[in-house]
């Protein structure tokens, strides 16, 4: 008698909150090997989902179908200095991007401050970073190759299959496998990034002007502590003298202080909760770090070991006082006890349909929550206090809504369903999970 194949090992995602043993997991490294992926899913009658990096924290990648890594499809197609157009494979992590796009004078216009994403993951569950003036990275995109359910591969652009377009550059991965984007980027350029403290009132109450004056700023609030650490960064040119602190200066403050120490005192906040506030109040004293002066790269991104849970809501803009007032007096009256800070950041409005910044300039608030401890009690407050700003979710992010609330806070919310359901009629690319956001 024949030994019946191995199940392939539980896969998770980045926090730990979501685990999943596929049928089979895939690694193609062609396009044929793609196509042959969607059709042995489509013969099978089994999902397919795409994993990139496996950053989400939902269950946006997870299927008991087919695993398919773009791990083998990475790299730089073509980039234009002339146009600031490159084409890049989906399997594409942001931090070999940004070296690939060096030699060539280019760089992405914004990034987060965590690159270790795939270009395609990001696309498609809304990944951004923050200044008044970007927008995320779905709206860089100017024209996608995908394979289909069906097995073709297509190109689509705003002038070429303009609905699917639409729809898939920010897909949640239920279009199609993405091949190859297409990005619009800028010329090179250094950041200057300057943090400081200062009172919850000041950094709060100016938030909306702060963030207008800067090019990239974001807030950094410990709940229930009376301050708020400023993070403000300004575009130099490419040219500009690169400033950083000494190397061991650093490796102290971000190796040994903002990852071993705080995992340290994170793990015993989780064992001993009223050690929460102390530690709280002890990380929003000193989180602010010294200027720092380097290629925008470098300075966007901070290494991020400690894990952690997360849900992100983006609400317009002009709420956003009321929204942290609304938190501060809710997180007070239930006495919270949670290590990690809020992140506050803003985006430019944009046009994509299932984007969180669709149709107004937005205001991100983050919530997290220490992997080992659990996140849903806090983080379901945070959804609740935000609901009546019309926030909207993170796809990638945890949240507990579904199609019903979702159709309200998206405008093209039911074009986008009949462009999915032309595009993939037998639901290869859809499983449960998906079946509950989207309906």
Aim: proline share 6%; hydrophobic share 45%.
């Amino acid at each position: 008698m024949s030994t019946p194949p191995r199940r392939p090992a539980r896969h998770r995602t980045w926090s730990g909150a979501v685990r999943w043993s596929p049928q089979q997991v895939l690694r193609p490294t062609t396009t044929d090997g793609v196509v042959a992926a969607v059709r042995t899913a489509r013969a099978r009658g089994c999902a397919l989902r795409v994993l990139g990096a496996g950053h989400s924290f939902s269950a946006l990648a997870a299927t008991d179908g087919i695993t398919l890594s773009l791990d083998g499809l990475q790299g730089l197609v073509r980039a234009d200095p002339r146009t600031g157009l490159a084409t890049v494979r989906g399997g594409t992590r942001l931090w070999v991007l940004a070296d690939l796009l060096a030699p060539h004078g280019l760089a992405l216009s914004v990034m987060g401050d965590i690159d270790r994403q795939s270009l395609a993951g990001a696309i498609q569950t809304g990944t951004h970073g923050t200044g008044a003036r970007f927008t995320g990275f779905a709206a860089m995109v100017r024209a996608l190759r995908l394979v289909l359910a069906d097995g073709s591969v297509v190109e689509t652009s705003p002038s070429r299959d303009p609905q699917l377009f639409e729809a898939a550059r920010l897909g949640l991965g239920t279009l199609g496998v993405v091949l190859e984007v297409t990005v619009q980027c800028v010329p090179r350029y250094r950041l200057e990034l300057v943090e400081r403290t200062v009172p919850w009132d000041a950094g709060v109450g100016g938030f909306l002007a702060d963030s207008a004056r800067a090019d990239h700023y974001e807030l950094f609030w410990f709940p229930r502590t009376d301050r708020v650490t400023a993070r403000t960064m300004h575009r130099l040119p490419a040219a500009a003298p690169r400033e950083r602190p000494a190397r061991a200066l650093e490796l102290l403050q971000q190796e040994v202080l903002g990852n071993g120490v705080w995992e340290a005192l994170c793990r015993g906040a989780a064992l001993a909760p009223p050690l929460s506030r102390p530690v709280a109040e002890l990380a929003s004293l000193v989180f602010a770090g010294p200027r720092v002066v380097d290629d925008s790269a470098a300075v966007y991104v901070a290494p991020r070991r400690v894990r952690f849970h997360e849900s992100e809501w983006a609400l317009p803009a002009e709420c956003a006082e009321e929204a942290l007032a609304a938190l501060r007096e809710r997180f007070a009256a239930e006495r919270v006890r949670v290590t990690f800070p809020l992140e506050i950041r803003r985006a430019a409005a944009d046009d994509v349909w299932l984007s969180t910044a669709h149709g107004r300039d937005t205001v991100y608030i983050a919530a997290h929550r220490y992997h080992r401890e659990e996140p849903g009690p806090y983080l379901l407050l945070v959804q609740r206090t935000l609901a009546r700003f019309g926030a909207r979710p993170h796809w990638g992010k945890m949240h507990w809504l579904g199609a019903r609330e979702l159709s309200q806070r998206y405008p093209r919310f039911e074009e986008f369903r009949a462009v999915r359901a032309a595009a993939d009629p037998d639901g290869v690319f859809m499983t449960p999970y998906l079946r509950h956001l989207l309906g």
